[in-house]
């Protein structure tokens, strides 16, 4: 009997719904038709982008296990991206693309050297340590330069991550450091420095891990009595990416290791690239030894978007998942989330998946309710301008008198309070926040808050100000 098109993806589905639950059946392969089939490649038909995207993470073994089956280890599988949720009253068109667009990053072979090592050298992530070792980069392929668009938020970050990784270890830039508030893109450009470095330099051992298992691999390493393999370990690497550096705070032991680690691939022109969410001048209980070199490259600041460069994200992701939509929607949702850019892209991303799935036109009055439930459920983040604004309401004060470099004393303390505030409730630098109340410097920010906590524990009425203020600001 011939095979068809039809009747190769109803073997396939009847293989699929016996291994995945029956709503995830429902949602994901029950609005998929096949289209053709030619030699052993089968063309199968998804409702947009984002579907494609959504099969391609969580599904893409099932499917090339089920075609395999069909059509024979050398079976492939193509999308035929019909746009059917396009705006107004063109007709849909077709974009076609094939399956695992990038191939997941490759193990990396490196030969460790036996003078001075122990032959039973570990490596942290495979278990035993074997003399040629095979070093997973831990990087996200989808994390690149290209998805990370450009604005005056990001732009000293972005462009010194490029240098890096035109020129790893090459550049005045080592260690880069990359810090700012949550969901403002750190990770994304750490591994995005990553990614680039293997596409142009696919000889160097890149490696992408977090400051917590960092820590874990540490701790287990003392408990196993492998210290020093674990230090050769980190030296043998090209490209070390540790991302939330903040986490080794009061960590004096894997902060005694990282020092000795970050030395050695700083004096053999190894690059050092670190995310946190403090500039190192805001970090606690991090030693001064660390502090130092931690500013011997750049630490460059990822700022919250602005509404243009929002706008710009929104439209990338609409391109990116073949969906128009107008302008007046697209300015309304970067008009009322302008926190972070991953709450932008999960607002969009709602908004697409409500229009997909519930075949409804995009509208002003859908996304309002999207948005709406999208705001909800996410924490506020206090900007440094909301603080502003409810000192001086509270003081009977306008923010310019606040800001104003008037030493009047009631206008001394709100401006100091406001400070404290903006220390405690955002991501935002000393100097960042000194820069914003009236264009004050960081130790002006730092003396505030130390005169604060003193006015606290010695001035009943100061700590009644204190806790008034607080309470509107977490209500």
Known sequence: MTKTAQSVWENCLSFIKDNIQDQAYKTWFEPIKSVELTDNALYIQVPSKFFYEWLEEHYVKLLKVALTKELGKNAKLLYKIKMENTYGNKQPFTEQLPSANRVPMKPQEVDAPFKNLNPELKNPFVIPG?????????????????????????????????????????????????FGGVGLGKTHLAHAIG????????????????????????????????????????QLIDVLIIDDVQFLSGKSGTQDVFFHIFNYLHQNGKQVILTSDKAPVDMQDIEQRLLSRFKWGLSAE??????????????????????????????????????????????????????????????????????????????????????????????????????????????????????????????????????????????????????????????????????DINKKLTL
């Open 195 to 234: 990614v680039e470095v293997k596409d142009k330099y696919p000889e160097k051992t890149v490696l992408y891990i977090s400051a917590e298992i960092f820590t874990q691999q540490y701790i287990d390493s003392v408990k196993k009595n492998n210290r020093n393999d674990f230090i050769h370990f980190y």
């Open 302 to 467: 990822l700022h919250q978007p602005d509404y243009e460069t929002r706008i710009s994200i929104l439209k990338n992701i609409l391109y990116r998942d073949g969906v128009e939509m107008p302008d007046d929607i697209i300015e309304y949702v970067a008009r009322n989330i302008k926190t972070n850019v991953r709450e932008l892209e999960g607002a969009i991303i709602s908004l697409i998946a409500q229009s997909s799935f519930n075949k409804k036109e995009v509208t002003i009055e859908l996304a309002k309710s999207v948005v709406e439930k999208f705001v909800k459920n996410v924490k506020r983040e206090i900007s440094i301008d909301y603080i502003q604004k409810i000192v001086s309401d509270y003081f009977q004060l306008d923010i310019e008198t606040l800001q104003s470099k008037t030493r009047k004393r009631h206008v001394v303390q709100a401006r100091q309070l406001a400070m404290f505030f903006a220390k405690k409730f955002t991501k935002a630098s000393l100097a960042n926040i000194g820069s914003q109340i009236g264009d004050r410097d960081h130790a002006t920010v730092l003396h505030a808050c130390k005169t604060v906590d003193n006015l606290v524990s010695t001035d009943k009425q100061f700590k009644k100000f204190v806790d």
């Open 130 to 178: 074997i003399r040629n070792l095979k070093i997973e980069s831990q990087l996200n392929a989808n994390y690149s330069f290209d998805n990370f668009l450009e604005g005056d938020s990001n732009r000293l970050a972005r462009s010194a991550g490029m240098a890096v990784a035109n020129k790893p270890g090459g550049t005045s830039f080592n260690p880069l450091l990359i």
